[in-house]
């Protein structure tokens, strides 16, 4: 797949999410085979682009290419001048978003909201592409409800008004996360347009994957809150996809040498205080499909500097290695 000059390879994108794909977890997720990970979305209010939660957002020193910036907000003027300030900042793809269906979102007519007024719509897309050189992307969802599925109507737009790539999530804004994503809009929206398209919505796994793709006839797939706690799923993915083959899943010492890392680089990037705070929801996340979670969470939850939760991380991890090769195989 390409966006603009970017050939986004593999075709493994990860999806934009709001606390959670900061710096940190954008870079152990592209080592881990994302072929694009989009930042958090990031505010058009020129007022809030100097406080410290903003700085961290449009912070990208030392990314690999291509970077790809978010950003949100319901008036043409604002995203337009916010695409500008984050491609000098070193954005080399400006996304918008159309998607998120949070209420603190909707109801400033922001993220999936704009889906009801094509026409400002069209006014958003035509002033941010004609703001920047670089590619801009537009994520979006199948409507607003079940009555008003107008994503068709909507990308049709995106691709008059000169988007590079569009993706569409499975459900409408009404549905925020419940029920199941349906493909069949993304199939028909993809087969209209002569841009990429990308499926986000429900996919889980290498098998997922596949399927989505071969029933939309999309260019890429974007993994979200299933990412969340299992980065390594990424790279399931795009090695299924290029080979048919499925990974064996990581080991506990792979395992506890990512999450150590994932926990070092959240506490230089955000510093201790902040770092341990942050890194708490994500060791949560590591161990929610395990049968240790309750007793990890406790051990862990106790630390309050940088140096506690990486040592008793590591030593939980350390004594379930040991018991795992002291117990014997079964004959």
């Given at each position: 797949?390409?966006?603009?000059?970017?050939?986004?390879?593999?075709?493994?994108?990860?999806?934009?999410?709001?606390?959670?794909?900061?710096?940190?977890?954008?870079?152990?997720?592209?080592?881990?085979?994302?072929?694009?990970?989009?930042?958090?979305?990031?505010?058009?209010?020129?007022?809030?682009?100097?406080?410290?939660?903003?700085?961290?957002?449009?912070?990208?020193?030392?990314?690999?290419?291509?970077?790809s910036v978010q950003i949100a907000g319901t008036q043409p003027r604002l995203l337009a001048e916010a695409a500008r300030h984050n491609v000098g900042l070193g954005a080399q793809i400006i996304d918008i978003n159309m998607?998120?269906?949070?209420?603190?979102?909707?109801?400033?007519?922001?993220?999936?909201?704009?889906?009801?007024?094509?026409?400002?719509?069209?006014?958003?897309?035509?002033?941010?592409v004609g703001a920047v050189e670089v590619p801009v992307t537009l994520k979006i969802r199948t409507g607003w409800d079940a009555e008003h599925r107008n994503a068709p109507e909507i990308a049709r737009i995106a691709e008059?008004?000169?988007?590079?790539?569009?993706?569409?999530?499975?459900?409408?804004?009404?549905?925020?996360?419940?029920?199941?994503?349906?493909?069949?809009?993304?199939?028909?929206?993809?087969?209209?347009?002569?841009?990429?398209?990308?499926?986000?919505?429900?996919?889980?796994?290498?098998?997922?994957?596949?399927?989505?793709?071969?029933?939309?006839?999309?260019?890429?797939?974007?993994?979200?809150?299933?990412?969340?706690?299992?980065?390594?799923?990424?790279?399931?993915?795009?090695?299924?996809?290029?080979?048919?083959?499925?990974?064996?899943?990581?080991?506990?010492?792979?395992?506890?040498?990512?999450?150590?890392?994932?926990?070092?680089?959240?506490?230089?990037?955000?510093?201790?205080?902040?770092?341990?705070?942050?890194?708490?929801?994500?060791?949560?996340?590591?161990?929610?499909?395990?049968?240790?979670?309750?007793?990890?969470?406790?051990?862990?939850?106790?630390?309050?500097?940088?140096?506690?939760?990486?040592?008793?991380?590591?030593?939980?991890?350390?004594?379930?290695?040991?018991?795992?090769?002291?117990?014997?195989?079964?004959?």
């Amino acid at each position: 797949m390409q966006i603009g000059p970017h050939p986004i390879q593999p075709r493994v994108v990860l999806a934009p999410m709001a606390g959670v794909t900061d710096k940190p977890f954008r870079q152990l997720c592209k080592r881990m085979g994302a072929g694009l990970a989009v930042s958090e979305m990031t505010t058009s209010d020129p007022r809030f682009w100097n406080t410290a939660k903003s700085r961290h957002r449009m912070d990208h020193a030392g990314e690999p290419d291509p970077i790809s910036v978010q950003i949100a907000g319901t008036q043409p003027r604002l995203l337009a001048e916010a695409a500008r300030h984050n491609v000098g900042l070193g954005a080399q793809i400006i996304d918008i978003n159309m998607g998120c269906p949070a209420k603190k979102v909707c109801n400033v007519w922001a993220g999936s909201a704009l889906m009801r007024d094509a026409s400002l719509v069209a006014r958003i897309l035509e002033a941010v592409v004609g703001a920047v050189e670089v590619p801009v992307t537009l994520k979006i969802r199948t409507g607003w409800d079940a009555e008003h599925r107008n994503a068709p109507e909507i990308a049709r737009i995106a691709e008059d008004c000169g988007i590079a790539a569009l993706t569409v999530h499975g459900r409408t804004r009404d549905q925020h996360y419940t029920g199941h994503a349906e493909y069949m809009t993304v199939a028909e929206i993809k087969s209209r347009l002569h841009i990429p398209v990308i499926a986000n919505g429900d996919i889980d796994s290498p098998q997922k994957a596949r399927a989505v793709l071969e029933a939309t006839g999309c260019d890429a797939v974007m993994v979200g809150r299933a990412a969340q706690g299992r980065p390594w799923l990424l790279r399931e993915i795009a090695h299924y996809l290029a080979t048919g083959q499925l990974l064996p899943p990581p080991g506990l010492d792979e395992v506890r040498d990512v999450l150590l890392g994932h926990l070092d680089a959240l506490h230089d990037f955000y510093g201790e205080d902040m770092g341990v705070r942050i890194a708490r929801k994500h060791l949560g996340w590591y161990a929610k499909d395990r049968p240790e979670n309750a007793t990890f969470r406790e051990v862990v939850n106790r630390a309050n500097d940088a140096a506690t939760q990486t040592r008793l991380t590591r030593a939980y991890f350390d004594q379930l290695i040991a018991r795992t090769i002291d117990t014997p195989k079964a004959a």
